[in-house]
């Protein structure tokens, strides 16, 4: 079986006034991630450990910010473009192993329903899909809360 693997990293400065989306979920806190589309940086990461296992570049190069088309776009979106991107190819999706870090708000109580919006966007059972969630220890951008960033590695196999 042909296999490969792939790992993400995003980051964004958190802002107040934004919303903040987290693996495609809107929660409710003062301050969001700040970028030119929902600025989820969970799905972000996630949309480049999917790219780069297939070695298909980064979101960068598919969603550029420079492109206002993707003014405001939903991360979901770009993370559907991407599964299709992928099936084209002849890959699918195995599985998906996420980290978001931020200090606030907590997120563990969110994570059940990132999953259940995010497993069927990337094909796979609820079960494939991992999200976990840690703070910076008070340490750094994270720590002050000023940003938040998340890493992200999955499986893809050919179908």
Known sequence: MDIRV????????????????LGGVLIPHEKGCDGHSDADVLLHAICDALLGAAALRDIGFHFPNTDARW?????????????????ERGWRVGNVDATLCLEQPK???HIPEMVRVLAPILGVAEDCVSIKATTN???????????ANAYAVCLIQKK
């Open 107 to 109: 997120i563990n109580p």
């Open 137 to 147: 220890e008070k340490l750094g951008y994270v720590g002050s809360e000023n940003g």
């Open 71 to 87: 003014k405001g776009a939903d991360s979901k979106d770009l993370l559907r473009e991407v599964v299709r991107l992928l099936l």
């Open 6 to 21: 792939g790992f993400g990293f995003d980051v964004h400065q958190l802002v107040v006034g934004r919303p903040l989306w």
